[in-house]
């Protein structure tokens, strides 16, 4: 009964989890990725759980933080690179965008993310008791 949608859901999250990139600019020797990009959790309201990479490249050596563009959380830094890579464990219920800063020129270089998807759904029924 409950086993007959179990290759549907496989068929989900393999189509989920193909990897996309989100581009800084049409130059292709810079990039700013987040990968995956998508995470999905079996019921909607629960926390999902991933480990992200971040990778990104400039062309200019610069000082460069990630950061975290909700509560503006500086999550890593680099001096003197126009590379990185930070590897970062997911754990939530929403969407989260990130953010490379320049930090001499205070610029935003770069935005990606990572979206939060759900297999079901809460659908919950009203109950309404009646006595007649």
Same mark, same amino acid.
């Given at each position: 009964?409950?086993?007959?949608?179990?290759?549907?859901?496989?068929?989900?999250?393999?189509?989920?989890?193909?990897?996309?990139?989100?581009?800084?600019?049409?130059?292709?020797?810079?990039?700013?990725?987040?990968?995956?990009?998508?995470?999905?959790?079996?019921?909607?309201?629960?926390?999902?759980?991933?480990?992200?990479?971040? !990778?990104?490249? &400039?062309?200019?050596? %610069?000082?460069?933080?990630?950061? !975290?563009? &909700? !509560?503006?959380?500086?999550?890593?830094?680099?001096?003197?690179?126009?590379?990185?890579? +930070?590897? +970062?464990?997911?754990?939530?219920?929403?969407?989260?965008?990130?953010?490379?800063?320049?930090?001499?020129? %205070?610029?935003?270089? %770069? =935005?990606? %993310?990572?979206?939060?998807?759900?297999?079901?759904? !809460? &659908? =919950?029924? &009203?109950?309404?008791?009646?006595?007649?």
């Amino acid at each position: 009964m409950y086993f007959r949608n179990i290759p549907y859901l496989y068929l989900l999250v393999v189509l989920l989890s193909f990897e996309t990139a989100a581009d800084v600019s049409s130059d292709s020797s810079e990039h700013f990725i987040v990968t995956p990009n998508k995470c999905v959790a079996l019921r909607e309201g629960r926390p999902c759980y991933a480990v992200v990479s971040v !990778n990104w490249k &400039k062309i200019n050596i %610069g000082n460069y933080c990630l950061r !975290n563009s &909700k !509560n503006k959380k500086i999550m890593q830094c680099w001096t003197s690179q126009n590379t990185g890579i +930070y590897q +970062y464990e997911f754990n939530s219920e929403k969407n989260q965008l990130f953010e490379l800063i320049n930090t001499q020129t %205070g610029t935003v270089s %770069g =935005q990606a %993310g990572i979206k939060v998807h759900w297999v079901y759904t !809460n &659908k =919950q029924k &009203k109950r309404r008791w009646r006595l007649f």
